[in-house]
């Protein structure tokens, strides 16, 4: 086990996995001269790689984190001697954060992202975070290669809540304005400085209207259910892409007024909420903040539900009690709910807003094709629950789905399956595999839709399951379209490595 300078390391994590039914594995740590060991393996073909924290990983066969590695073939009662691993570095990047004055800002949180799909929709992922130390200096390690952004803010004090929207590597102040950088193999990038501006803040003066007991008082409810609790008033950035964020406060219980002080001029989500008695009261509304706004005026009413049925298409070991639906927004707490054995479910005291719905957990062998809230499929998009409502949700989930197998007449490819049309943007429709050492491969469990199919020549195919990774490969993989049960064999033409590189992010 070497650096890449030739150098041994020690005390390194080698782990030689067996590409067996089920997968099984072994781990070592290497001695002072670098050296490793296993013994009493089954015959078999392994991969082996290594790990350790600060240096960065080694993969047999492998010059980059892109590559595959090679296949090691062990026969009975063989011996393979002399393997050397020769680790790829990971790279660092450091700078420091300070205010518009140029004074350090301590405990800022620094945090290195990269471009990703949230419903289709680009989003930026966090990777890697360090906080700031009292030198305003932070450091991130770790980093493999690549594209990424930079983004610092600070939190939880009155001086964050004029930094609150935080800025990116460059000034922007919004992900669509921000300036990536590029990583690459093993180098530790100095310099990237912040310099974080104030803005004046606006002062939100407002109240909530409609609860029982309050200014509204609600004609269905008498006096003893009003028992004046207090109302939780939330305000977040109302761009779901933006960095986290969000200031809070409670109401008045008596009538309702609330105020929340510097916030940054921007477009904001309000979202409010309590509990009287056995229901559950809420509000939401989308605003724009500006200086010299009047009063908020912000109507709660009572939480609805969402019933549903759900359907499983196709033989299947699975039954509807084994999932779960749960409904998501942003800055509230999820709402579960278990599937019955008829398939039935109810998700209850769901405050009005938009949310997303997750079915868990993802059906082993199969595809959710449908979910329908009245007549709009909702698989993958936002949807509005309106105040009050008691919607209706159709689950169906199928198991008929499709195979394909085929060879990329290469010994070590990785193959990937893209989407075409209108779930491209969607990363769950992306598939990759290894070929073997004949390089035959197979793919299970593929939703039907149509498909471009990629040979990568000693690529991991993992790296590129990306909309944009696939536009960049562009017309060099084959065209398919799979139905519901179908069993394709393909022989896509292998990508060359070099060419491969070029569509990398």
Known sequence: ???????????????????????????????????????????????????????????????????LGDVLILEDGG???????????TSSV???VVDAEGDPV???????????????????VNTRQAMSNDRGEYRITGIDPGQYYLHAAIYNTGRARRLASGQFLGGATETKDAVPIVIKSGENATGLDFRLTTAPGVEIHGHLTGLPGGPQTDPQHDDDEALHPTPQVFLSRADDSMIGWRQGTAANPNDGVFYLPEVPAGRYRVQASVQIGKRGYSAWQIIDVQPGMGDLEVPMVANGSVKGQFIIEGESAQKPSNFQMTLNAPNVQSIPAKVAADGTFELEQVPAGEWTVNLNPVPRGGYIKSIHLGDKDVRFSKFTVEPGSDAVMKVVVSMRTATIEGDTGSKRAGVLLAPIGEFHDLTRFYYSVASDDEGKFKMLGIAPGKYRVFALEKMAAANFRSPEAADQLGELGEEIELTEGAHVTVHPRLIPTERAREALP
């Open 79 to 89: 011996t393979l001697s002399g393997l050397k691993l020769r680790f790829i570095h």
């Open 106 to 124: 301590q405990g800022a949180n620094v945090s290195l992202m990269r471009a990703g799909r949230n419903l289709g929709q680009r989003v930026l």
């Open 94 to 96: 450091t700078g420091r």
């Open 1 to 67: 086990m070497v650096e890449s300078n030739g150098d041994p390391v020690r005390k390194a994590v080698v782990t030689v996995t067996w590409q067996g039914q089920p997968r099984s594995w072994a781990t070592q740590r290497t001695d002072a001269s670098g050296k490793f060991q296993f013994e009493n393996l089954p015959a078999g073909k392994y991969d082996l790689r290594a790990t350790k924290a600060g240096i960065g990983t080694a993969v047999y066969g492998a010059t980059t984190t892109h590559e």
